[in-house]
Nanobody
Framework: VQLQASGGGLVQAGGSLRLSCAAS????????MGWYRQAPGKQRELVAA???????NYADSVKGRFTISRDNAKNTVYLQMNSLKPEDTAVYYC??????WGGGYESDYWGQGTQVTVSS
C-alpha cells in the first residue's frame, strides 16, 4: 500500500492550489483520510481530515479557506486551498487509515509530502 501526493507548488498570497493523494495497493477499506503539514522548525500539524462517511474536521487556521474531499471509488483525497497565506507554506503530507486485504487490522499510512510555498 502506498499514498502518492501531488499538486504542490509556488503560488502568490491570495492564490489557490489543489492537492491530491491517491492510495494504491492491496486495499480492503479506507477509514479516515487527512492532510497534515510541517513548516520548517515546527511540529507536524493536522490541517484537515475526512471520514469514510464524509464528516470533516479542520484546523482553525484554515477554516473557511480550505476544503477537504474524497472520492472513495478512486481511493483519493483532495485538499482545495484558497486564499493562501505565506503562513500556509509547509510540506503537506496525506495520511490514511487503511485495512489491507488479508490484513485484519487497520494501519496508518503516509504519503511522501508535497511542498507548498506561498509568496507574499
Amino acid at each position: 500500500v502506498q499514498l502518492q501526493a501531488s499538486g504542490g507548488g509556488l503560488v502568490q498570497a491570495g492564490g489557490s492550489l489543489r492537492l491530491s493523494c491517491a492510495a494504491s495497493g492491496s486495499i480492503f477499506s479506507i477509514n479516515a483520510m487527512g492532510w497534515y503539514r510541517q513548516a520548517p522548525g515546527k511540529q507536524r500539524e493536522l490541517v484537515a481530515a475526512i471520514t469514510s462517511g464524509g464528516t470533516t474536521n479542520y484546523a482553525d487556521s484554515v477554516k473557511g479557506r480550505f476544503t477537504i474531499s474524497r472520492d472513495n471509488a478512486k481511493n483519493t483525497v483532495y485538499l482545495q486551498m484558497n486564499s493562501l497565506k505565506p503562513e500556509d507554506t509547509a510540506v503537506y503530507y496525506c495520511n490514511a487509515d487503511i485495512t489491507r486485504w488479508g490484513g485484519g487490522y487497520e494501519s496508518d499510512y503516509w504519503g511522501q509530502g508535497t511542498q507548498v510555498t506561498v509568496s507574499s
